[in-house]
């Protein structure tokens, strides 16, 4: 079993809607979660970040936590072709390594 | 934002050869560098972590002997893939953190391909 879980998608939404992107965990250990998204050919950025079970909201962005399940998400709103890019969650250990999941291929359709 | 980056962003080599693919962080002192490796359609998994002036430690299964890592200042680190091989084709990208920051910042990536 992964230590994370993430569905590759492909994922793709009319302009506008909702998205909402889903990891799940296994190590009880992990204190970070975060949430970073990829372009083709390019190396990832950091979205949003959380360490303690709640929302997170920044901007049309809100990233979700629930310790007690082992689950996070990411909620776009409004969402925009831009937004069009694999996102990958990860996870930090005490140790500072990341675990990232497969990433979900998220497509915006104009 | 802190800003690292990797050269080059493309190499072809041969098999056999050696390739060297450098990290830098630009505007901060990166006391730890992460190198990750990143094949089609997968996730990126850690390869090994360099902490300035000391050695990598590589992650199970890496072979040190072959990915050889170099961290000799706080603002460079350079991976180098020896002996390369057909299946070492992929997409290495490092990442950069400070001293008193949780945040590792990651550069764009260098896709090797060996022919």
């Known amino acids: 079993q992964k230590e994370v879980e993430q569905d590759p998608g492909p994922l793709s939404v009319p302009e506008g809607a909702i998205v909402s992107l889903n990891c799940t965990y296994s190590?009880?250990?992990?204190?970070?979660f975060m949430w970073y998204r990829q372009y083709s050919r390019k190396g990832p950025e950091l979205l949003m970040y959380?360490?303690?079970?709640g929302n997170k909201e920044d901007g049309r962005f809100t990233a979700q936590v629930d310790k007690s399940s082992k689950y996070i998400s990411l909620f776009i709103r409004d969402s925009q072709p831009s937004d069009s890019a694999t996102y990958l969650c990860?996870?930090?250990?005490?140790?500072?390594?990341?675990?990232f999941g497969t990433g979900t291929r998220l497509t915006i359709i104009p | 934002g802190a800003v690292v980056s990797q050269h080059p962003s493309w190499v072809i080599c041969k098999s056999g050869t050696s390739v060297k693919i450098e990290c830098r962080s630009l505007?901060?002192?990166?006391?730890?560098m992460f190198w990750y490796r990143q094949f089609p359609k997968q996730s990126l998994m850690l390869m090994a972590t360099?902490?300035?002036?000391?050695?990598?430690?590589?992650e199970q299964g890496v072979e040190k002997d072959k990915f050889l890592i170099n961290h000799a200042s706080l603002t460079l680190s350079t991976l180098t893939v020896t002996s390369a091989h057909p299946e070492d084709s992929s997409f290495y990208i490092c990442?950069?953190?400070?001293?008193?920051?949780?945040?590792?910042?990651f550069g764009p990536g260098t896709r090797l391909t060996v022919t």
């Open positions: 990860a996870m930090r250990s005490p140790n500072e390594k990341l675990t």
């Open positions: 190590n009880s250990a992990f204190q970070y």
């Open positions: 505007d901060f002192q990166a006391t730890t």
């Open positions: 360099s902490n300035e002036g000391s050695k990598a430690t590589y």
């Open positions: 990442s950069a953190k400070g001293l008193v920051s949780y945040e590792q910042y």
């Open positions: 959380t360490y303690s079970s």
